[in-house]
Structure formats: C-alpha cells, structure tokens
C-alpha cells in the first residue's frame, strides 16, 4: 500500500514527505539544518532540549521539529527571529548550567553542543546563576561519567533502556537538579552496566566517555626497557578512517599499520589471528557439547559487554557460555607465552596493548580470570587521537602488514566484526571439521544483515543444527526469553552492540543504520577479497597447534585460552 | 436512613422503583437531623470533637429520633467547624461550632426549637446566596458514604436514562450541545474530546478522571470528592458508555486520605448495586473504576505525564500528537477530565444540555468552583455562575478582605495563572477574559491579595514552586524557571538591574513558547503578569531598593520602619520605652521625624497595619507609645531635647506655609545651619495641625511646644502673612532668600453643586474646621446637622458637632461604610459618638424655607460596577428619593489648594487640578522653588507631609551646595533588651474619656498611656529588625 503523502513548505521550499513524519525530517527533504541536540532518530525521539525549535507560519506557534508531524500545507519557518531567539535562549540555559571547559574536554574536537553553538553564533552566556556540581564517576574501567557535562539529552538513557534493555541509567530528581544516574546506585561501577559504552557513542558532549588510557600507552612506548606489542580488532580498520573524517566503510588496514608502527610499536599484530583460534577452539567445544550431551545451546563468548549482560540477567544461563576468551585476551594470553618463549622476551618486559571497536574490552582486560593477558585496550576513538597526536596523516600513509606470526588471518575472522560473522567462521569452519567435505558455498547469507534477531538451521552430516544470532542486547534478551520459553538452539551468536563489533561502543561517534551497513560492507569485501577465508586453513594456526598448543582443547589451550565466568546479581 | 436489603438492580425500571422507595422511606423517617460537616478541613477545624460531644449530649438527654449525619464540606472554610440542623421543614446552618456550642445548640435548638441567631449562617447570606451550586449541589448536604441518600438526590439517573435510553453519539451530541468546558484549565469542549475518543476505533479505550489537584490552595476537587463521590462515579460511567469504555481510573493524589476512603466505598456500593461493573442496569454495559494513587507530583497533573504514571513510568509528560482521546493509556484512545469536568455531566445529561445553557455565558455556560484563598474574609469554596464578575466573588461572596485591608490583586489559576490587578475587578470570569487579562481559569484557585503582598514575592514564589515540581525533561523549564527565579531573587535583594526586567520579559516568552508542556509553558505567566500589571514595584525595588509591602527582608530593617514614609526607627525607640530610657526614644524619633508629639497623636499608623505582631494577635500600639514617650519627655524631663544646629551658612531660605511639611523643612535646614523663615498666611502657626484637626484629637497648646523646638533653634515664624497678597515670591527673591519651599495646605472646600447651595446653614467643611479651631462660637444646640461626605474632613466635622451640642448627626456618603476613605478608627469614634452614618446615599437637593436650610433630599443609591479604586460606582436608584431634616448642612466631598501665591511675573507653573507641578527633586519650573505636600499632592496624610517635607529639605541642601545629608546618624547597637513575647498578648488599649464628657466639650478623647501601661505594651514588640538582620 502506497504510504499517504504530505506536502508541506519548509521556508518556502515545497516538500513531500509520508504522513507521520516529522518536520525535521521534512526540513532534510528540502536541505535546510535544523540543529538538534537530544534527537537521535528511531531512538530517542524526546523534543527535550527545544533547539530544533521551528515557528509555523500561520499561528506564530513553536513547536519542536523533531516531535511534530508534517501536516499539509503547514509553512514552517525554520530561521525567523522568533525561531533564533528561542534557540539562542534555550542554548544559553543549556550552556548556562555545562561545564564549559571546552579546552580540557575528550570531546573538544567532536562535541556536538559546541558545534550547535557555533552554529546559532552564541558568543554571550547572558547566566550566571546556580551551576549543578556532581562528581565524576570513575568507577568503571570502562567508561566514565562528567555530570557537569550532561545536557540531560536523554540520549544514553534511550540507547540503554530500548536498545540494550539494561536501563543501568535513568533520569532521577526533578527540575533543576535531574541528573541522569545509575538507577539505584551511586556509581556506575555498583550498577548492571555492562560497559557496553553505547551510551558514549551517542553521547553529544563529554560526560559520558571512555576511559582514557592512551597517555599510559605513550609511556610504555617511550620506555626502551619494554617491548610493547599491539593488536588490532577486525572491526577497527572499517572504522578507524572515520575518526579522520573519511567516508564510513573506507579500509585502511593497511595505513593503521603502518601508522601504529610509526607510533613505535614493536610489533603490530591482529586480533584477528586469535580469531581464527578462537573459532578452533570454540568450534572444538560445540562439536564435543553436541556429541557428548553437553549444554546446549552454545553462546559465544567474544562480546565482553554481552558477557557482563549474562552474568547480571540471567546468571541461570552462564553454563551456556562457551568457555573460550575472546580474541583479545587469547592474544594476550598466546602473546605472553608463545610469543614471547619463541622470542626470549622476558614475561615482565612484555606490554600488550589491544586496540578495540569496545569500552567493555577495558574491562575484560582487567577481569580477576585473566588480568595477565592485555595490559592495555584502546578504542578506535583512541588510536585515532594517538595518530593525530603523532601529526600522522594516516589516509597518504604507505600500506603495511601485520608483522607475522600473530599477524596472519583468514577471512573468517575478519568477518568476526559484524554480527552474525562469529558464526558464519563457525559454521564454515565446523562444517568441514565434522563433515570432512569442502564447504561449496562459503557464505551464510542468513546469518549476515542488521536484522535484530536472525535464525538459521543447517545440515551437516544428517543432523539439522539450530542456530541463532542477536545483536543488541535487547535482541539477546528477546533469545534468551524465548529459550526460556521452550525455543531450542545448538548455538547462538551474542554481540553487544547494535550491528556487533562495527557498532561497537569504542567505534567513532553517530553510527546511523546506513553507517553500520558501509561498514558491514567493507568487512565482507575483506573477507571475499581474501584467499584464506576459513580458519582451520590458516597456517599460523595450524603451526601454533602443532608447535604449542597440539590440539584444539588440549590440556595447554584449556589453561591459556579459556576462562570461568560469575554470577553478577542486579 | 436505614439501608434496606437489595440485590442488583437489573434494569431502568428497577432503578426507578428502588428510588421511589427510597424516597416513601425517606417521608416515613422525617426526623430531626443533624448533618456534621466532616471534610478533611472540618476535621482538621475540630468537627470531630463536635460531632462527640453532640452524640454524648444526646445520649446525655436521652434524646431520640435524631439522626447525626456526617457530611463532606460546604465550603464555608471560614467558618469550620459547620452544621446544619434540620428539624421538619426548617433547617438552620452554625459557623464556628465548638464542643460547647455543639452541646447548647443541642440543648437550645432541638430541646427548646430556638434559633441562636449569633451563630446563624444565614442561607441568604450573600456568601450563598450569590452562588450557583450544580457541582457542589449535595457537598455538605448529604451522607457522601450513603449511596441511597445519593440516588434520592439524583444521583445515577444520568447513567440510568443515558444506558437505557440513550445511544452513545446521544450522549456526545448532548454534551455537545450543553458546551461544557474542561475545568481542568484549559476550557477545551468536553463532547468534541468524547467525540474524538468514540471515533478513534479501538478494543480497549479508557475513561481517567484527573484528580490529582496539585494547585497551592485548590481544594474543590477534594471536596467533590470527600462530599459527593457518586456523582463523579456518574459522570466517569456516562463517559464510558459514550465513548465504548469499559475501564476508568481515578487518579487520586495520595495526601487525601478521606477522599479515597470515601471513593472506595462508593465504587463498592455502586457496583454492589449494579450501577457500576459488568452489565450495568442490565443494558449490556460494563464499566469498572479503579483508583491509582499519584504521589503528589504536580506534573502528573499534565495529561500525557498522568498516564505515564499509571503506566508505572516516570511522570513525565509526552509528545502530543497523538492526544490521549487517539493514544493515550496503553496506547488506547482515552479520555482525561477533571473531577469537576465530571461532575458536571450526570446534570447535563438528566436535565438536558438546555438546563445546563441556562447558566453561565453564551460561550462558557454552566458554573465554575473556586477555591477563595488569600486575604479574603470568607474563604472557602464557592461556586458562581460563568461569567460572575470577579469583584463580585472577592466582595459579595467573599465578604471582602481580610482586616479591612485594602484588595491589590488575585491571582487565579494557581501557579499557571497570573494576577489580576484592582483595575479590572468588572471582568467577566470566563476562559477568553481571564485569558486576554494574561491569565487563566486554571482548576479554580483563586487568591486574593492585600496591600500587604509584593508582587516580586509572589512570583518568586510561583516560580519557585514551579522551578521543584519541573519534571527536568526539557531545558526551558528546567533552567528556564531557575534562572528566572535567581533574577527575580537578585531583584528581591537589591541587586537588580532594569535590563534583568527585559531579560525577565525575554525568559518569559521563550520559556512560554517552547517550553515541553503545560506546566512549563505557564510556569513563567506570574512574572509575566506581575511585570504586566506591576512593573513600577519591579522599578521600585531596582531603582529605590524600596519594597513598599516590606516582603523583601534585604531592603529593610523592620516592616513598620519600611512602612513610615518618615523612616522612623521604630523598634529602636520602642525598645528603648521598655527600657525606661524616653527622652533616647524621643531623640530616635526625632532624628527623623521632629513632630513625634504630634505623630503621637494624630498619625494614620501605616506602621501598624506593616506590624508581624498583627499575625499572631494585633499591632503593636506603636503611636500609643510615641504618643507616651513625647508626653513624657515634654513633663518630666524638661521639655523636648532641642538639637544642635551645625555651623551658620548664612544662607537664606523661606518656607511658605507653617504645616507639617513646611515646619520639617525648616526644622532640617535650620538644623544644617541655614536661616530659615517661615511665612504663615493664618494668625497662627501650625497649619491643618492647628486649623484642620480637632481639639478633642490634638490640643493647641501641645502643638506649640514642638513649634517651640523650632524657634529655639533659631527658626523664624511671621504669622499673618499672605505670600502672593502681603509679600510676593519676587520680593522673597529680592530679600536674599535663595530657596523657597511651599508647603500649603489644602484649606479650600470642594463645591457640592446641588440645588440650594447657597442657602442660610449651608457651610463648608473645612471652613467650619477652621472656625471652630480659630476659637468661631458655633451654637448647635438642638440642631440637626447633615454631613455630606465620607473623607476625614466630614468625619471631623461630625465629631465636632456632636461636641457642639447638635441634636442629631448624620453623615451622609454615596458609598459603603467600607469605602469611606476617613480613618476606620475616627469612623468607629463618631459612632460610639452617635453620629449616624447613612451610607449608599447621594443628596440631590438641599430644600429651604426663607432661605434657611430646613431638609435635605437624597436619593438611594445601589453599587455598580467596579471603580479603579476597587469600589463600586454609586449608581442612583431611580424614584427611591426620600427627604432627611436637616437645619445645617456640611460639605465636606474634597478639598482643593489656594494658588494665589503666583502673582507677579515670577509663576509657579500647576496643573489642570490646580496642583503645583515637581520634578522627581521635588523642584518647581523655577529651580530655587520646590514644593511638597498638600499643594503637590492633593489632601495628604500629616506624615506623608512630613516625608515631603524631609525630602525637600535634602533637596534644597544639594541645591545649595549642600551634601544632601541632613539625618544624623546615632550611634546605637541594634541588640535585644529583654526576651521576644512570641506567645498572644492582648495590645494594651488606650485610655479614653466618657461619651458624657465627650459631649459636654473639646477635651482630648485619648487619655494616654501611663508608664506602666506603656513598658508593658512596648514588651509586646517582636523585634523584627533585630531577627530579619
């Protein structure tokens, strides 16, 4: 059924829009800004902050664009001086009430209220009145939060409560003294957060941000008595261009090493090596559950975010976590023993440092089961600030590779950064483990998209095995609510975020759905473009089994590359 | 009435045959009733200890055949503890009912069948009898727990004929027709709202009452709800039925305990009797109510934040579209109405839409509950008609305000609202009128204010309040009111700026505009209305650091100082009275203020009516005290401290008239060290003090021995010397004087311009002043004397007649005993005097024989509209003329300034009302001639003359070089002397002499304080000045 059409103008400017669309949708139809600040489409679809304020024409009214449908033949005035004065007004009791230190700000680059700002020309702050004080929460390794830089956009809140179903902040006191909190909590660090760090990404000033650990990085770098190495997530060299304000789904492997390795790492190695084990081993452990009656269904177990989430909310379910660490801390954990055996570097003298599409990653870095394995987790956020730190002008950098190794990987594992790519390495890698045939079709087309939930069964030998994969932790509750119900799985795919690890809450700011697809794109174009697409194929894999580990599972690979997990409570 | 066995009753004709019964039972138990009105503000007044000791006396007495019913509450909070006694036909309602009286009344009324008529609120009371109750029918007349006393008063048979005999668009068209309104605030057409719901197609939809009344001093919906909970259940049910509901809710604030007992019962009983619930009077309709209890958010009282809340959300308000009538609870089409919007419906749809027009206005029909609150006499809740003029409500219904004072403003629509201002107390009390006035109907609160309320209080308060219950969603309210308080707050301390008023202007609006929802769309509509109506005071605080109605604590050390145009150091000089150290009060009274005997006796006491102590009994006696400690200091210490003069500047300056204004002029200057002399027209000095106010009030000699202060220090007075006739203002200048300030009084009579004016007996009042002071021997013996006029002057001349020995004394005034602008204290004298104040009269003719005066033909005159006074406009009563004997008539409607002093071609430049025209300096066109007082005024106050007088004084020091400092400042720590008496204490009364001795001549009526009388009363004062620092 063709959707009912609505015309309306937008100073002027004739537009059609479907019924029930908003005037700022209509005002992007017909190119004019609207500035926005607590607006985030499909998600948080408040009308707080009354800055896209806009005046109808007949009626002299003010209404906010973001809020208020289209109606036909309404004249919207989008810069009228009624319209200005309004959101000057509003943008100074904002400003009024922030802790305007804009100099000292992680955010100072990418602060989407300066830039609103800048944008209605406000160079006077007409109040002087009563500012909120709150202290910062620094109790997470994760993220941190600045309560004097919150705008109450109510953007984390929405991310938190509708997207990811935690609701480990919510608005709390009334008028002026309403602050968005832990719910419950005084700290963060006491709440059900999982860090998934959702709520930074949207976040449109500084006051909720990673925790920065870049400085101590430096100075491991600088410090010529450490040997300082440096992994990359498959999902940071689709996003790292845009923190250098390249088109989403640019690939720049090749340019971020060379720029980590001008930065002075020693060796600059991949993730994505530790993901093609992570499928041995974890592929090894879903055939052993299915032929020997273990708990099934299988969850994967690479999402730290979607980890914490489990323990919290359903801590019943822990068994079903496969027992392997995710790539990164299997790195760290193959970094410190076979790496540095093979090397004659001393334990002590070894820094791991990870670059992750994920503020959870910090915190699975220091979790008591495996806080040996990586000494420090950087965001793409972060990496980009060191290269610009560096003056590098990382897009005319001359391609590199991963140094060897721990550098090599199949397309499998690059796939690991989107969601659903967990399981397609999987599948393809059990597939022919069980079945001892050649995979003819290599793509799981099922398991690929941003769809919230997607299912799938597939037959190998004669068995059907059910599979499931959710993004989005409101997606994994929809799961794990259905099993509760009496749906069965053999193996699910759980990422935290919205469109797995390239939605990742490390990523650079505003991944829209179209963002998330470009580079989901870019992140199957790798893995097509490459020869090596299935993870048991790898050779580095293949001789790191067969010089240290002996075989997926073994009694060596149990000690280094998995782990235990806990009951967390809310 | 006894509750009889009955199942559920299944059909309308059932219903109807129960209500017959209920009513033949009824007949059957005629019997003496007690109705106790036991709402939660009977309650919290003592009506339970009443309703006690009723029961007890009865039981006492042995009395039967009586029923005691517990009723909700009708409305007359005044007067709580309230009951109405019923006995066969005659019913007789009690005000102020205290255990005793309950068990007299029981005693007197129903033993002995009288009427004690001092404790009658009489039914034809304006205070109800100017209402129209159709919500508040049965409120205070009923057992609201009694569901068959309910029906026998209509109660359910809107519901019965609209399930029975109606279709659901019926319902809707006949709401629509009735055009009944929201009473929630908006005014939005109740049957297009029902329409939109009952045309949005849904499984489910929903019916909310609103009862979640957050408004500072709202109180109906309680009310309602305490005193008649089934009509609000009929009117929810009726809603349902129209709309395709078979689901409401109350959403009921949680402080009103009683009230959602009470709906409690009522649901149950109802549904019990198959009023409510499944298949409703076997019609196939089902409706059931459930109460949800908000937590006393004031947001929750938004629509959309409401239904959040009973969703179990945060009561936040949401985006509308969609409107709850398309989307609203669950998503469901729901309706949102207020317990009065609801409580009107049952009416409409048993008596038709065309009963309902009846009342009201054209476009607002029907009535509308308000809650009286403020300053007001009888406070309480009324219901009026739409469209009754709101100085009707304040003044008929609400009897006026509190201790005579004087209305300023009311503010309707609570926080949300805005003020309405003496001007406009005519307006109509409809949606569109309140709204042109930039305010709004709002739930019906209503509060009036005094003088004694600053407007940038007020706002702060209003917004304050707003600034808490924002529920932080959206930035302009929730940053917005902050920041409007703060520069409301930095107004109220001093600090204010004019650009903050602008500023202010520009918050208002933006946060008006673009604010998320009701609440913070309104939020800033007090500082808007205050700043519309009241933007001088706004000035007045930024520019003078002056607030008049001693509010803001910074501006002031104490209210009665603030209040003094003089300035006078009040609790400074009381203190020292209690301390026994008089001549040091005089020398604080002095210091700002040199006429302090005179004060003492003749002085308006603005600083008592400012006085805290009037909160918890009455104001200090405070020109008792002055009065005292002159007294004092003049007998037994040597006459009055005589201050230095600094040294001789050798300046001339002269001061045109010996009045209170001229006499302080010349006392500051000559004490700065200028020759000052004063030019008195009359042969003696003094003025009005000498030749306008009585003997009997202020004895002559006693006003020469502050003259005397004056002269000593050098001052000089030429008596009988006439500036513009003996000696002119160019001669003055010739003579070396360099300032001239002209401090006349007002000694000329306004003409009253009726038919025989000029015969024999007819006198000015002002004259006739004059010549009696001036020692003129009037005989009034056996004479019948007639006053026309209600001023000061008309009330002195009607005292000094009784003195004069005239047979009878009457005041005529074409206004209230209210209105009269003389003294409340010098009215209530000339009573006790006999003189008979005959008011709502207008003279029309004075008749004659032989050219004597011999009667005096008046007319009746009835109230009309509101003047800009706050008064109403006398309007004659056509053929309602009567004649009053009279062989002397006196006009005393006014007074007006001789300006002969121009002359010559020096000319003091005045106005169309004979005026003489100053500067903000108090300077003239001519810049060595200022001028003060009467002739700049109009007829003033002795103290207001004085400030003018200081003033000048300043003013002429800076204009001749002076540094404009003409107070000395005394070095006095500002500390408490003995303990703060916070507990009632009677105000020790002043002493006067008998009506006998009144009559036999002109010796002073106030006796005076003794000493012991006055360190007593001095013990009574608060010492505001010492706490507020």
Same mark, same amino acid.
């Given at each position: 059924m063709a959707e009912e059409k609505i015309k309306l103008y937008i100073d002027n400017i004739p537009v059609e829009v479907n019924k029930g669309e908003t005037i700022l949708k209509a005002a992007e139809k017909a190119g004019k800004y609207i500035p926005t600040l607590c607006y985030l489409e499909d998600i948080n679809e408040l009308g707080a902050c009354r800055v896209c304020v806009v005046e109808l024409k007949d009626s002299d009214q003010i209404v906010a664009s973001c809020t208020t449908p289209a109606q036909e033949d309404m004249q919207v005035k989008t810069n009228s001086k009624k319209v200005r004065d309004t959101r000057k007004m509003n943008m100074e009791f904002l400003l009024s009430d922030? @802790?305007? !230190?804009? =100099?000292?700000? %992680?955010? !100072? #680059? @990418?602060c989407e209220l300066r830039e609103v700002a800048e944008f209605m020309g406000i160079? @006077? %702050?007409r109040f002087t009145g009563e500012k909120n004080h709150r202290e910062v929460d620094k109790s997470t390794p994760s993220i941190m939060r600045d309560p004097d830089k919150c %705008?109450?956009?109510r953007r984390c809140v929405s991310v938190c409560e509708n997207i990811q179903s935690v609701k480990a902040i919510v608005p709390d006191g009334r008028g002026f003294e309403t602050t968005v909190n832990p719910s419950f909590y005084d700290e963060l660090g006491d709440s059900p957060c999982v860090y998934c760090g959702q709520c930074s990404t949207v976040c449109p000033t500084g006051a909720i941000t990673e925790v920065e650990y870049t400085e101590e990085v430096w100075d491991a770098i600088f410090d010529t008595d450490k040997h300082v190495v440096v992994q990359t997530a498959p999902a940071v060299r689709v996003g790292l261009a845009e923190a250098f304000?390249? #088109?989403?789904? =640019? %690939?720049v492997t090749g340019q971020m090493v060379a720029a980590l390795k001008k930065l002075g790492f020693d060796k600059v190695f991949d993730t994505n090596f530790t993901a093609d084990l992570t499928i041995m081993e974890e592929g090894t452990e879903l055939i052993e559950r299915i032929n020997n009656g273990g708990t099934l269904p299988l969850f994967t177990s690479c999402s730290p975010g979607w980890i914490k989430f489990l323990e919290h909310q359903y801590p019943e379910a822990i068994d079903h976590l496969s027992s392997c660490k995710s790539p990164q801390q299997m790195f760290g954990a193959v970094a410190k023993s076979y790496y540095a055996e093979k090397n004659n570097i001393d334990k002590e003298d070894l820094v791991v440092v990870s670059i992750m599409p994920c503020t959870a990653k910090k915190f699975e870095a220091t979790r008591d089961e495996m806080s040996e394995d990586v000494d420090y987790s950087l965001t793409t956020r972060e990496l980009g600030r060191m290269i610009k730190q560096a003056g590098l002008d990382i897009m005319n950098l001359e391609k590199e590779k991963h140094d060897e190794l721990l550098g090599v990987s199949s397309g499998a594992a690059d796939i690991f950064g989107a969601t659903g790519g967990v399981m397609e390495a999987a599948l393809r890698t059990a597939y022919e483990i069980l079945t001892g045939e050649e995979l003819k079709k290599i793509d799981f087309d099922q398991v690929r998209g941003l769809k919230g939930l997607k299912e799938a069964s597939v037959m190998i030998n004669d068995m059907e095995i059910k599979v499931a994969v959710a993004h989005g932790l409101g997606n994994a509750r929809i799961i794990l609510d259905k099993m509760k119900n009496g749906e069965e799985y053999h193996f699910v795919e759980f990422m935290a975020c919205p469109g797995g690890c390239i939605g990742g809450g490390g990523q650079p700011l505003a991944a829209s759905e179209n963002v998330l697809e470009r580079r989901m794109n870019a992140i199957y174009d790798i893995d097509r473009k490459k020869k090596l697409r299935k993870s048991h194929e790898n050779p580095y894999i293949q001789k790191i089994y067969e010089e240290y580990f002996e075989e997926p599972g073994s009694h060596k690979a149990h000690k280094l590359l998995h782990t235990t997990y806990q009951s967390r409570g809310i | 009435m006894q509750a009889m066995e009955i199942n559920r009753i299944t059909s309308y004709d059932g219903f109807k045959d129960y209500k017959n019964y209920l009513g033949n039972v009824q007949k059957e138990e005629q019997a003496t009733r007690i109705l106790v009105g036991m709402g939660t503000c009977g309650i919290a007044a003592g009506a339970e200890e009443v309703h006690k000791a009723i029961l007890d006396e009865i039981d006492k007495r042995n009395l039967k055949d009586i029923e005691i019913t517990k009723t909700g509450c009708v409305g007359l909070c005044a007067k709580e503890p309230v009951i109405e006694i019923k006995q066969g036909d005659t019913s007789v309602l009690y005000g102020d009912v205290t255990p005793d009286r309950a068990r007299e009344l029981v005693n007197e009324s129903i033993i002995e069948g009288n009427i004690i008529k001092e404790w009658e609120i009489g039914e034809d009371d304006s205070f109800f009898a100017s209402q129209t109750r159709i919500v508040l029918e049965n409120c205070g007349k009923i057992d609201p727990e009694s569901l068959e006393e309910a029906v026998i008063n209509n109660a359910y048979e809107g519901l019965a004929k609209a399930v029975s005999k109606m279709g659901q668009q019926e319902v809707i068209d006949e709401l629509k027709d009735s055009k009944l309104r929201g009473r929630g605030g908006a005014g939005f057409p109740t049957g297009i709202k029902w329409q939109f719901a009952y045309d949005n197609d849904s499984d489910k939809k929903y019916v909310i009452c609103n009862a979640d009344e957050g408004d500072p001093g709202a109180f109906m919906d309680r009310s309602v709800l305490e005193g008649d909970p089934h009509k609000l259940l009929e009117g929810m049910a009726i809603c349902g039925y129209a709309i395709g509901a078979d689901e409401g809710y109350i959403y009921c604030r949680a402080e009103y305990p009683l009230a959602i007992k009470r709906l409690k019962k009522a649901i149950n009983d109802a549904e019990e009797l198959g009023l409510l619930g499944e298949n409703i009077l076997g019609s196939g309709f089902d409706f059931n109510i459930s109460l949800r209890l908000g937590a006393g958010a004031f947001v929750c009282g938004e629509e959309t934040a409401l239904i959040a809340s009973i969703e179990g959300q945060r009561g936040e308000p949401r985006p509308k579209p969609p409107f709850p009538a398309q989307s609203g609870l669950n998503g469901k089409p729901t309706i949102i109405n207020n317990v009065e919007t609801l409580s009107n419906v049952s009416d409409i749809i048993s008596k038709g839409a065309d009963w309902f027009t009846g009342f009201g206005t054209e476009d607002s029909p029907g009535t509308k509950v308000f809650a009286l609150a403020g300053k007001i006499k009888n406070n309480g809740l009324v219901e009026i008609p739409m469209g009754t003029k709101l100085g009707e409500i304040i003044f008929d219904i609400g009897g006026g305000l509190e201790n005579n004072g004087t209305f300023k403003a009311a503010q309707t629509g609570g926080p949300s609202g805005g003020c309405i201002p003496i001007e406009y107390l005519n307006v109509p009390i409809d949606y569109e009128s309140l709204q042109e006035l930039g305010t709004i109907m709002g739930s019906g609160g209503l509060i009036v204010m005094d003088e004694q309320t600053c407007m940038i209080d007020l706002a702060k308060y209003f917004v304050d309040f707003c600034k808490d219950e924002s529920c932080g969603k959206c930035t302009p309210c929730r940053i917005g009111t902050t920041r409007m308080l703060e520069v409301l707050e930095r107004i109220s301390n001093g600090e204010g700026t004019l650009q903050d008023l602008d500023l202010l202007e520009e918050m208002g609006e933006v946060i008006q505009d673009s604010a998320f929802c009701g609440l913070g769309q309104t939020a800033p509509n007090p500082v808007m209305s205050t700043l519309r109506y009241f933007r001088e005071e706004y000035e007045e605080h930024i520019l003078d650091n002056y607030c008049e109605a001693s509010r803001c604590a910074s501006m002031f050390d104490s209210p009665c100082q603030n209040a003094c145009p003089a300035n006078v150091d009040v609790p400074l000089y009381i203190d020292f009275i209690r301390q026994g150290k008089y001549k040091q009060a005089y020398k604080v009274i002095q210091k700002e203020n040199p006429l302090a005997l005179i004060c003492g006796r003749v002085c308006y006491n603005l600083c008592e009516g400012a006085c805290n102590r009037n909160s918890i009994d009455e104001a200090l006696a405070i020109r008792e005290l002055k009065r005292f400690a002159s007294d004092y200091v003049m007998k037994n210490e040597g006459g009055f401290p005589v201050p230095e003069v600094k040294e001789e500047k050798n300046k001339k300056v002269a001061v045109v008239g010996s009045g209170p204004s001229g006499l302080t002029t010349a006392f500051y200057l000559r004490k700065k060290g200028y020759d000052v002399t004063i030019f008195e027209?009359?042969? /003696? /000095? &003094? &003025?009005m003090l000498a030749v306008g106010i009585p003997e009997y009030r202020l004895p002559k000699d006693l006003l020469n021995e502050e003259i005397t202060v004056l002269t000593t220090m050098g001052v000089e007075i030429i008596v009988d010397t006439k500036v513009g006739e003996d000696i002119t203002l160019k001669e003055l200048k010739e003579q070396g004087f360099e300032a001239l300030y002209m401090g006349v009084g007002a000694h000329q009579d306004r003409e009253l311009n009726i038919e025989g004016k000029e015969l024999d007996g007819v006198y000015s009042g002002v004259d006739i002043l004059r010549d009696i002071n001036l020692g003129k021997d009037l005989n009034m013996k056996n004479k019948k004397v007639a006053i026309v006029g209600g001023g000061n002057v008309a009330i002195d001349v009607a005292r000094n007649m009784v003195r004069l020995g005239a047979e009878e004394v009457n005041v005529v005034y074409r206004r209230t005993l209210d209105d009269m602008p003389a003294h409340r204290e010098e009215i209530e004298e000339a009573q006790y005097e006999q003189v008979k104040m005959n008011c709502l009269v207008n003279p029309v003719k004075i008749k004659g024989n032989n050219g004597q005066v011999q009667a005096i033909e008046c007319v009746e005159i009835e109230g009309g509209e509101f003047d800009t006074s706050g008064r109403r406009k006398p309007k004659e009563i056509p053929g309602s003329n009567f004649t009053m004997e009279a062989d002397v008539v006196v006009s005393a409607i006014g007074q007006n300034v +001789?300006? *002969?002093? *121009?002359?010559? +071609?020096v000319e003091v430049e005045v106005n169309d009302s004979n005026l003489i025209e100053t500067d903000e300096q108090l300077q003239t066109n001519l810049d060595w001639i200022f001028a003060g007082g009467d002739c700049v005024k109009g007829p003033s106050t002795v103290i207001e003359s004085i400030k003018d007088g200081k003033d000048a004084a300043r003013e002429i020091d800076m204009y001749l070089g002076g540094d404009g400092n003409i107070i000395t400042e005394m070095d006095i720590e500002r500390e408490l002397s003995g303990p703060i008496l916070e507990e009632e204490k009677p105000r020790v009364k002043m002493p006067t002499i008998l009506l006998s001795e009144r009559k036999r001549g002109f010796k002073e009526v106030e006796k005076g304080y003794s000493e012991d009388m006055a360190v007593e009363e001095s013990r009574r004062c608060l010492r505001c000045d010492v706490e507020i620092k």
């Open positions: 922030h @802790d305007v !230190n804009c =100099t000292s700000c %992680i955010r !100072n #680059e @990418d160079r @006077d %702050i %705008i109450l956009c304000n390249a #088109e989403p789904g =640019t %690939i | 027209a009359l042969p /003696v /000095v &003094g &003025g +001789e300006c *002969n002093f *121009n002359c010559q +071609e």
